[in-house]
């Protein structure tokens, strides 16, 4: 066989309220362990990354044939029960282990078809790279001046800090959130002030009452 697509992941499939099969075609992956299973809510985002087994929250994978490497079809909830709505959807991504287990011996039984799906494996594993490296920020490739993107390099690492492009455009660079001015609440009788001739106030208490305007 041979990796022509470059489907690293499904869209988000979003429920039904009735439907329990989603499909991760036309990727292609030789065990259950090679996919990644998340239940998304669709307004927010949110990811929950599930695990396979047969309860109410747990997902079943179909049959796969670990020789082809064949696309299939995940079942959620594995109980075939409550099938989610259409606020929540399923994305399938592959992830292939990073190990390589085909041990070929000198002068022994040699299959092309072996060799074959352990190059494929191999293709299987980049594209999962892939896909987490087109999700990570980057610089434009014509950007030589954007030169310091290491944290921890040159104090770019610090507690309770945020991070920031610094002020010559050329790295990162790690700050802190400005103090601000401290101010207290009260609950003394707000000032009256003529709208017309009221002056900028100077102190830094403010009142949880309305304020009185004459």
Request: net charge negative; with cysteine; glycine share 10%.
């Amino acid at each position: 066989m041979t990796i022509t697509s470059q489907v690293k992941k499904t869209a988000v499939l979003p429920g039904d309220g009735a439907n329990f099969s989603f499909s991760w075609s036309p990727m292609k992956v030789y065990a259950s362990t090679d996919l990644e299973v998340y239940l998304v809510v669709i307004a927010t985002g949110v990811e929950t990354l599930l695990t396979e087994g047969t309860a109410v929250t747990n997902y079943s994978v179909s049959a796969i044939d670990s020789t082809t490497g064949s696309t299939g079809t995940i079942t959620y909830p594995a109980t075939s029960a409550s099938p989610i709505a259409s606020t929540s959807g399923i994305l399938i991504k592959k992830k292939l282990p990073a190990d390589q287990q085909h041990d070929m011996q000198n002068q022994g039984g040699y299959f092309p078809e072996t060799l074959e799906r352990s190059f494929d494996k191999i293709v299987g594993m980049i594209l999962g790279l892939q896909e987490e490296l087109d999700r990570c920020i980057k610089i434009p490739i014509t950007d030589e001046a954007f030169d310091n993107t290491i944290l921890g390099e040159d104090g770019l690492r610090s507690a309770s800090e945020y991070l920031r492009v610094n002020s010559t455009g050329d790295g990162f660079e790690t700050a802190g959130l400005s103090a601000g001015t401290a101010a207290t609440a009260s609950d003394d009788t707000p000032a009256a002030v003529s709208v017309s001739a009221g002056a900028a106030g100077s102190g830094t208490d403010f009142s949880r009452q309305d304020h009185a305007h004459l």
